[in-house]
């Protein structure tokens, strides 16, 4: 029986999660050739309110493709870390945002905190980067897929211009999110 | 040289499909969960000379899917199940008139507007039963990403080959969830175009039933003139209301269906070999009742999984074959009963046959299922 | 010599549905006169219909001709006309089918100027089944369902194609039958979205509900309210009420849509 990881991306739709989820597929299964599958969930709204994307990776095939019993998630609203910190697995891992979740979810799982937002705005210099900075931390933190091959992901998915913005946003939330481990 | 590999969400694979099987004319409407289908084809038609046009109604979207067809150009529309209702007059006048298209469903809850976004598998009745008065119909039910780029493909051959509307539905779910698809080679998969007549303009009719089951079909503007109606009519395309063409039509354009069940039929079995307990399952749900088949088989419980691709005809004859093997068979599907009743009729109370059935906006879950399964042990 | 009609109908499917004194059979003959003088290539021509006894009219011409659901022509024939735009595309069909449950589809087709010629036949009433009133039925009208007399009010379809954003509107009568092949030879010609208001009289199902005596009242009817468009600017409000006008009521070069979808597939394509 082949071997799942089950990761969970949520937040506030526009937030760019979806596409963080995407790019952490491409890594997976375009760049280092495993199985990998990603979904999302949303409402009626284009911004705001609750979205979540899941990825799920695997050495063979993805039956079932939604969350079975995730590996870690990550939380960037109240809203979000209230709707989506669920169903993880006992000793998995939840990150959140340091500055958004006042009240921590409740379970047998183990919470870390980061400053996503913040550090998207004051460290790399654009809100916008939050998502590639959350994938850097997940990469970081789990290390499921290479860092070289989350960053390669993230460089084929952003116009010429962005590159160096996005890699720095990366290599950030990479190294704070293996750190958080240490 | 390696082939093209890309991560594409359902929808995007299902307009891959379409350009790979020679489409050339979508007309849609927008409605979610559909809409990438008609974004992507907006994008890739006009590169290869095609056409895209976004019309004022669901209804508008299948009428000019059939005039496109009638000059000769494969065509497609895209949709969910508010659209499939609105368009169900037409798409008989596609079975009664033999004009090929194809038709997407990315089905979501219902009815009336339901859960936009969704998944749902509450219109594979529908698909069927849908428009008014008697006629066959095909309806294909992919279950992955790359499935949905072949199962694309395959309805443009049945609709070409049968002349008439071919249905893919696929949920919500494999509709928008991205995968890993393997870009099949130019001549890769078979391509199937429409028969030519080959009588000369003056001898041509287009229902004539002794050129075959399925009379060649012309196309406007390539010399032939003719008449298509959504009357009842005979060989030459008029309307007529004498008993003896009307029955003679209305049963060939069943037959052409019916009789060849064995060219149209497509079916995964999953360790069916010794099962007892069978699980009877089609699109995404019958990804969660794979995954709980392996669960269950590390329980030492032997259960197997039947999955139809093509749903429409119903596999009638495997289902009966299975159902003298099984104890019980478990139909799982995202609605509140409806395939299950064909596997009832078809299991002809040889075991017992049971319902799992979710309709709350989300899947059915491997656990669910194989809670059912222990339940009919 | 009389005129040879016989080459543009279709062998053995003469008789025709329509009741003694129905105008269908003048528009149609009026078309086949326009398509004449157009010179149009039958093979390379669409006739496209909906339902109704208007709508029976592509079955007896000789042409690429498509009878489709209720109210669907102009969509049917816009798929016709995008797919294959070197095809000559004409619509028929009568008010009910046209501009009630096929309202929606001739606006859009209207809107986008896409080179089709829409031949509506105006007969005021529903008349294939049975006389019901029509989106067009005058108000205070009898039809099979206003027993009491019509309370809706009435569509002007010219008015309704010239809003909606048709390129060309005409509109004449069928007591005129000259100006109908005239009007519609001008429509093929045109390159966009022309529609041809054809004024009709339905003696079986209006007529007789409507005091109407004869078909020939109703033909004189339509004659002693005609008022051409160029005459009526030089009449009062006084001497206009209760008449109609006829000949050309709106032209104009807008772009067509086909060809605005020929520089789309330019674009796509990185010219």
Known sequence: ?182 | MAKKVALLQGNQACAAGAVYAGCTFFAGYPITPSTEVAEELSNDLPKIGGKFIQMEDEIAAMAAVIGASLTGSKSITATSGPGVSLKQELIGYACIAEVPCVIINVMRGGPSTGMPTGPGQSDVMQAMWGTHGDHAAIALVPSTVQEIFTETVRAFNLAEKYRMPVQVLFDEIVGHMRERIVFPEPGELEVINRTAPTVSPAEYKPYDATKGQVPPLASFGSGYKFHVTGLNKAADGFPTTKAEYVDAEERRQVNKVMDNVADIESNEEYLTEDAEVLIWSYGSTARSARYAVNELRKQGIKVGLFRPVTLWPFPEKRTSELAKQCKAIVVAEMNLGQMVYEVERAAKGNCVVVHEGRVDGEPINPGQIAAKVKEVM | MAYDYDKSIRPGKLPHIWCPGCGHGIVMKGLIRAMDTCGLDRKNTAIVSGIGCASRLPGYLDACTLHTAHGRAAAFATGVKMAKPEMTVICCGGDGDGTAIGGNHFIHACRRNIDMTYVIMNNFIYGMTGGQFSPCTPTGAKASTTPYGNPDPVFDISKLAIGAGATFVARTTAAHPREIDKLITMGIKHKGMAIIEVLDDCPTTYGRRNKFRSVVDMMKHLKANAVPAVAASKMTAEQLAGKFLTGVLFQEERPEYTAQYAEVIKKAQGA
């Open chain 1, 1 to 182: 029986m082949s071997q799942r990881y089950e990761l969970r991306f949520s937040g506030a739709g526009g937030q760019g999660l979806i596409t963080a989820g995407i790019i952490l597929a491409e890594a997976a299964s375009i760049i280092e050739g495993k199985r990998a599958e990603q979904s999302q969930s949303y409402g009626p709204e284009a911004r705001g309110g609750a979205s979540k994307s899941e990825v799920i990776i695997s050495d063979g095939p993805i039956d079932y493709p939604k969350a079975t019993i995730v590996d870690i998630c990550l939380a960037m609203t109240q809203e979000a870390a209230d709707k989506y910190a669920n169903g993880i697995k006992e000793g998995g891992l939840l990150l959140l945002d340091a500055d958004f979740v006042k009240n921590t979810p409740q379970g047998n799982f183990k919470v870390y905190r980061l400053p996503i937002m913040r550090m998207a705005k004051e460290d790399v210099g654009r809100e916008i980067v939050a998502n590639v900075v959350a994938l850097g931390a997940v990469v970081g933190m789990t290390g499921v897929v290479s860092r070289d091959a989350a960053e390669q992901a993230v460089l084929r998915k952003v116009p010429e211009a962005f590159k160096d913005l996005n890699k720095k946003a990366f290599n950030l939330g990479y190294e704070k999110g293996k750190e958080l481990l240490n």
